[in-house]
């Protein structure tokens, strides 16, 4: 089951924010109601994006054993997407 985790200052800090995830719809959720997005979340529509990180070819990282995925949105910035959290493997 894939794990979702903000992005934050070090690796430390942002596993401290994990949580079990289904779906995408479940990522975006999480993401527009936190706490922690809440207070800079502007009124255009979020555009959300996945990928892997940093490519399909080496995401595996072994510190913690995540093939990661990074989710990108566009949540800060109306025109410029910006990391907003990772996910330990692809959503099905």
Do not use: C
């Amino acid at each position: 089951m894939p794990l979702f985790r903000f992005h934050r200052g070090s690796l430390e800090d942002s596993l401290k924010t994990t949580i079990i995830v289904k779906t995408f719809n479940e990522i975006v959720e999480a993401i527009v109601t936190s706490d922690l997005i809440k207070a800079t979340k502007q009124d255009w529509g979020a555009i959300f994006k996945i990928t892997p990180y940093p490519d399909r070819e080496s995401n595996f990282d072994p510190r913690i054993g995540w093939y990661t995925h990074m989710v990108l949105s566009n949540i800060y910035e109306k025109d410029k997407m910006h990391p907003v959290g990772f996910l330990s493997e692809p959503l099905e």
